[in-house]
């Protein structure tokens, strides 16, 4: 724990230096979560602060100090997963608006960007991202939890409030699904290399 | 068969390393300065929606409360002014109004011819 659980306890009983206090612990680490859960870095801050604002008004209902951080990583990943799923509904909406023509123009420019992009970094980023894609939104939270956040299937349990070996299952589909992606992408990297 | 069970377990390596390198691909940001303002105007926006929304219940329930308040009343005076509810039934009722209705108005009316003065 990053914080005293009595600081939370003031936090909870109205008191706002506390309540500061408390974010200004975990808003880092929030936030980095959630850039990698989201993968739009425009946006981090807004989703981060929706998770402190849910936090806020959900404080009264926390009883032990032991669960406060899973809660908080369970009301980071519900987050996250609201924004993902209205952002791929906006992406539907747009795209069914643009004309084919729009649309090839929309590719060649998102492949001059990539052009343009050369840190290695970036390249990670935008692969992964292309990646996770192929999963549905709870799938990428969950697998972006597990392999690149690190937690164990113990944490996971305790933020999903699921049983290891449904989310053992879970994952390995996911996973299988992420892999089957990436195997199809690194095919077609090498006979373009030939 | 082989090859291609091989090429997924190299896959399967290559992409364990590929999600290990996007966590150092993208680091913690630091929050902007703006963060803990932007985050208590939030606070304080969701908090003023539902207050509006209590007192809106409460008025609500309040006036709700008067109403019937109002409404016991008005049958309790009726009631003390008329006496009793009449026990009859509505087709009783009707049955008693129309005999005691004078019969002269249901009489055919009688139209005279009226004729043009002839001067």
Redesign the interface.
């Known amino acids: 724990m990053l914080v005293d659980f009595k600081l939370i306890e003031r936090a909870r009983d109205g008191d706002?230096a506390a309540f500061?206090q408390v974010?200004?612990a975990y808003?880092?680490?929030i936030?980095?979560t959630i850039?990698?859960l989201i993968g739009h870095?425009e946006d981090?801050?807004d989703v981060?602060?929706e998770v402190?604002?849910r936090l806020?008004?959900s404080l009264d209902q926390l009883r032990s100090a032991e669960v406060f951080e899973p809660w908080l990583y369970r009301l980071t990943s519900n987050a996250a997963y609201d924004y993902l799923r209205k952002k791929r509904r906006r992406m539907e909406a747009r795209m069914s608006d643009l004309s084919e023509q729009q649309m090839m123009i929309a590719d060649a420019m998102a492949g001059e960007k990539v052009d343009r992009d050369d840190t290695?970094?970036?390249r990670?980023?935008e692969?992964?991202d292309s990646?996770l894609g192929a999963v549905s939104e709870e799938d990428r939270v969950l697998l972006t939890l597990k392999?690149?956040?690190?937690l164990s299937l113990k944490e996971l349990g305790k933020i999903y409030h699921v049983k290891e070996n449904a989310l053992k299952v879970r994952l390995f589909r996911a996973?299988q699904r992420?892999?089957k992606a990436?195997?199809a992408s690194?095919k077609r990297t090498a006979e373009v290399g030939r | 068969m082989m090859d291609n069970q091989r090429y997924l377990q190299e896959s399967d390596e290559a992409l364990s390393a590929l999600l290990a390198s996007y966590r150092d691909a993208s680091p913690d940001p630091e929050p902007s300065v703006n963060f803990m303002p932007q985050l208590w105007q939030k606070i304080e926006a969701r908090e003023r929606t539902s207050r509006v929304f209590t007192r809106l219940t409460r008025n609500l329930v309040t006036a709700a409360l008067a109403l019937s308040m109002l409404l016991a009343l008005a049958v309790e005076i009726s009631r003390s002014r008329g006496g009793s509810l009449p026990s009859e039934t509505y087709v009783e009722v009707l049955a008693d109004d129309n005999a005691s209705q004078d019969l002269y108005s249901f009489e055919p009316v009688r139209v005279m011819p009226v004729y043009d003065r002839q001067d």
């Open positions: 706002a500061n974010v200004s808003r880092k680490r936030l980095g850039g990698r870095p981090v801050e981060g602060q402190f604002l806020y008004f290695a970094r970036k990670i980023r692969e992964v990646l392999e690149v956040e690190g996973r992420v892999l990436f195997a690194r």
